[in-house]
């Protein structure tokens, strides 16, 4: 059931994720969806679940044996990959958000393949948390706009995906990814 209503999602997008179309898919009658999920609100989650533990699976996966300026871009990879490939899924992961125990677990193994490979750089806990989430971001908006359609006329969108890899690689190597500041103070780039 949880699969039938992830490949619907990635299929038709998430607003169609619903128990009669579940039901419909299955060929079976909607009233016996209620003996795998109590609500669409549960088959939700469940698609959000299923949808961190692939990514996490695929992450780490492809940061495996691989340190630096190869790790980050295996990672990348698959930050760009799973929406192209999954969209609806993805549009799980972002709108399902960290609402319990579950999903923040899964959601913290998602994240370590990058932290790690951003720690291998040596930046500390705090850089980390914000360089993951520049990363993070940066990457999910180019796949959301890549997905769209919104690259298309206006150039190359591998060119573009290899410059945003070149620039965090040149911050990273470089050392000059922003320091955290203390309390009340600016970041500066690390020397």
């Not at 179309?21 to 698609?47: G, I």
């Not at 290899?162 to 050392?175: D, M, P, S, V």
Request: glycine share 8%; charged share 25%.
């Amino acid at each position: 059931v949880v699969r039938t209503a992830a490949d619907i999602a990635d299929r038709e997008g998430w607003a169609s994720v619903t128990l009669s179309r579940v039901a419909r898919e299955l060929h079976r009658h909607v009233t016996s969806m209620y003996t795998h999920v109590d609500s669409v609100d549960e088959l939700r989650r469940k698609v959000a679940l299923l949808a961190a533990a692939e990514m996490g699976d695929l992450l780490w996966t492809a940061a495996l044996g691989r340190t630096g300026a190869d790790a980050l871009t295996a990672v990348a990879d698959v930050y760009r990959t799973y929406p192209r490939e999954h969209p609806g899924r993805s549009e799980a992961l972002i709108t399902y958000g960290s609402r319990d125990d579950e999903f923040i677990a899964l959601a913290a193994r998602m994240s370590e393949p990058l932290r790690a490979t951003l720690r291998s750089y040596g930046l500390d806990d705090r850089q980390v948390e914000h360089a993951h989430r520049v990363f993070s971001a940066t990457l999910r908006g180019f796949s959301t706009g890549e997905a769209v359609g919104l690259y298309e006329t206006h150039g190359d969108a591998d060119e573009t995906y290899r410059q945003i890899l070149a620039l965090f690689g040149l911050a990273l190597e470089n050392g000059k990814w922003p320091v955290s500041p203390a309390r009340g103070g600016r970041a500066r780039t690390g020397d």
